[in-house]
């Protein structure tokens, strides 16, 4: 009788503690989902609970609700149980995100059919990757399959050596895939942008020498080995493959400390500090010390022991500097300040931001994620700008200098003349020296544009435009009405640079990954339809009429993406070299029993002959303005020509000057739906 009230007990506490639990429901299969605030955790600062011992249900009842968009807490090296439990109501198998490259070792626990749990699947950042479900820096995990539509619980035990920040994304893999590609393309993104900014400044060192800019080149180039680690890219791994992965994660202070350390050293320099604010300089160069010692305590003691000290120092240089930028702005209202304070600004509002995604204060999304980079980016621009200035600067002291001491000639007299033959030749010589220099701040500032005519010419103006516009509409100098017609302008401006970006990203992406293509089925119709939909207006403008005469069951079997900027680029090239009344035709047809061919011919100017032998040349490529004037950067078609044979085929175009142009490719046609999984590679 005693043994059945047990059992009863038992099993009616097990009931409460279900009933307590959060259970993620999984409807739709195209969407992720967030599960910080559903999830349950525990902390073993033990670390030597076992899952028996975690499934006794006086400890069940000391799991704690996360409040949180994602589970962070502070550096610690206290392992953390998670209580997972989802029911799969979609048609796919789901799976878990469980972290990237901060969660050390992850132990995940999965039922049977009897609800026992086996010994878990030990993977994590610091372990082998062949312990990894899928090859990915990401740690994902495998949840309820597809058809198992009741509840089941998981378990996570995870351990990390520096930043504790879980972000639980639940969804099918295709969803932790998309999530993932973006994610890969913002911060490929920043490292060009970086990198980009790099040889800018290092550029104005070469014409300055002033140790502001050399600091700031430090900034630069440790910023690229911290913020990839942080969003989980391994970076590291190809910069320092003798260095092993795990010594990173042990001495994060080594990459995290270093841009901290610059930017202390840029303020002293930037500012004049030394001469402007002493005390100042003191409190800075006080926390730099403190911060070098701490980094090189990290060679003994673990990352977690010492971020907390080492994050409170960063805070209090942080504000150190903010103050002093302050301070002289209110003393002397100068550009240096105003430039170091607000570039300061957006960095802490970014960081803010970040912060309040994290905590749940706001929505933790894709902005709210990548904030850090963002305020960097901000920061980084304002920072070079102010560089720049400084640099312009010189130049004047230097114009006022050669004007000083030509009116010091006009000035002197007979008496002295031989003094003024002496000071005449002196003269001389720093007029041809700064002759040189100008001569070579000329050539400088040429190879300067050439290297980032792609990048940066084409996103001044809007940028110009867009900080005009602002400008106007805080003064409240322009009505409604007009703020909305300037904008049109440059909503087409900025529509013409993402597609230019766009470009741009798919061949940094090309030139450092290669090309592998991921074919799957889909109707090529819809692409056509969605690309001329993208260019609608462009077309109206010139009002060229775009007929597409494809079937609506023509099903191909090949890289969506890639095919679709395939198109993407040969319609905007259709448009570009149209005059206007012109008339674009989009046709498919059956190329032979395996592939489908696309054509896309306009009666435009056509190309010449020796332009054609240079379309689809890597080494020789060439480009042209439109029948507007439209500007290209000349990638399109070379990523057209490398994306149709990533996936089995070929392209080409046939023209006469003056007749048009007729650019058509050929693509895999979708057979059944049991044809074999081919990747190509290229």
């Known amino acids: 009788m005693i043994k059945y009230i047990f059992l009863f007990v038992e099993i009616l506490v097990s009931h409460i503690i279900l009933g307590q639990q959060n259970n993620i429901q999984v409807t739709q299969k195209d969407t992720l989902f967030l599960a910080g605030k559903q999830i349950n955790y525990f902390p073993d600062s033990t670390g030597r609970m076992t899952i028996d011992d975690i499934l006794n249900p006086e400890l069940q009842q000391r799991f704690k609700k996360n409040k949180k968009n994602i589970f962070s807490t502070s550096p610690q090296s206290t392992a953390f149980w998670f209580k997972i439990t989802v029911t799969n109501h979609s048609n796919e198998d789901i799976w878990l995100e469980a972290g990237g490259l901060s969660a050390a070792r992850i132990d995940f626990y999965y039922p049977d059919e009897n609800n026992r749990y086996h010994p878990p699947i030990l993977t994590g950042s610091l372990r082998p ?55 890969d393309f913002i911060v490929a993104g920043f490292i060009g942008f970086i990198i980009s900014m790099l040889l800018y400044n290092l550029f104005l060192y070469a014409k300055t020498r002033e140790r502001s800019n050399l600091y700031y080149l430090g900034y630069l180039l440790s910023s690229l080995l911290l913020y990839p680690y942080i969003y989980d890219h391994e970076t590291l791994k190809y910069i320092f493959p003798f260095i092993p992965f795990e010594w990173w994660s042990f001495h994060f202070s080594f990459i995290g400390a270093p841009p901290y350390l610059f930017i202390g050293l840029f303020g002293i320099e930037y500012l004049k500090l030394r001469k402007e604010l002493s005390n100042a300089t003191k409190i800075i160069s006080a926390l730099l010390v403190l911060l070098f010692i701490i980094t090189f305590l990290n060679l003994i003691t673990p990352s977690y022991n010492i971020m907390l000290p080492a994050q409170a120092i960063i805070s209090i240089l942080g504000i150190t500097c903010m103050s002093s930028s302050i301070v002289l702005f209110m003393r002397k209202k100068d550009l240096r300040s105003l430039y170091y304070m607000i570039g300061w600004s957006a960095f802490i509002i970014m960081n803010i931001i970040f912060i309040l995604g994290v905590n749940g204060v706001m929505d933790y999304n894709l902005f709210t ?71 070579k701040l000329e050539v400088t500032n040429q190879t300067k544009d050439k290297l980032f005519a792609i990048i940066s010419h084409d996103l001044r103006n809007p940028i110009i435009s867009l900080e005009t516009i602002m400008n106007l509409l805080c003064n409240n100098a322009i009505s409604d009405e007009e703020f909305k017609s300037l904008t049109e302008g440059l909503h087409k401006n900025v529509k013409s640079i993402n597609f ?131 500007k290209g950067t000349g990638l399109g078609l070379m990523l057209c020509k490398d994306f149709v044979e990533s996936n089995g085929g070929m392209i080409n175009v046939y023209s006469e000057p003056g007749e048009g142009a007729r650019f058509y490719f050929t693509v895999r046609s979708f057979v059944s739906e049991k044809e074999e999984v081919i990747e190509y590679t290229h």
């Open 369 to 439: 994620h990548n904030s850090l980079l963002f305020g960097t980016i901000l920061e980084v621009v304002i920072f070079s700008q102010a560089l720049a200035q400084q640099v312009k600067n010189i130049r004047i002291e230097n114009s006022l200098i050669q004007e000083q001491s030509f009116e010091l000639i006009k000035n002197h007299n007979s008496i002295l003349e031989k003094k003024v033959e002496e000071r005449t030749t002196v003269i001389q010589n720093q007029k041809k020296k700064l002759e040189v220099q100008a001569q």
């Open 500 to 630: 230019t970006l766009n470009n741009l990203l798919h061949w940094a992406n090309k030139q450092i990954k290669g090309i592998k293509a991921t074919p799957q089925k889909f109707n090529i119709s819809n692409v056509i339809d969605e690309n001329i939909s993208l260019f609608r207006c462009i077309a109206d403008e010139k009002q060229i009429i775009i007929t597409h005469e494809t079937k609506n069951d023509n099903w191909v079997y090949a890289d969506q993406d890639q095919i679709n900027l395939v198109v993407r680029n040969l319609l905007n090239n259709a448009i570009k070299f149209s005059e206007e009344g012109g008339h674009i035709i989009i046709n498919s047809s059956a190329f032979d029993s395996q592939f489908l061919m696309v054509e896309i011919v306009d009666d435009g100017i056509g190309i010449k002959k020796d332009t054609l032998n240079k379309l689809f040349n890597t080494e020789d490529h060439c480009t042209s303005r439109g029948t507007k004037g439209e």
């Open 129 to 183: 990757d062949e312990n990894k479900f899928i090859d990915s820096n990401m740690i994902w995990l495998p949840l309820n399959k597809a058809g198992e539509t009741g509840p089941k619980t998981y378990y996570v035990r995870a351990v990390a050596l520096t930043v504790v920040q879980y972000p639980f994304y639940i969804g099918t893999l295709h969803q932790l895939y998309k999530k993932k590609t973006l994610d």
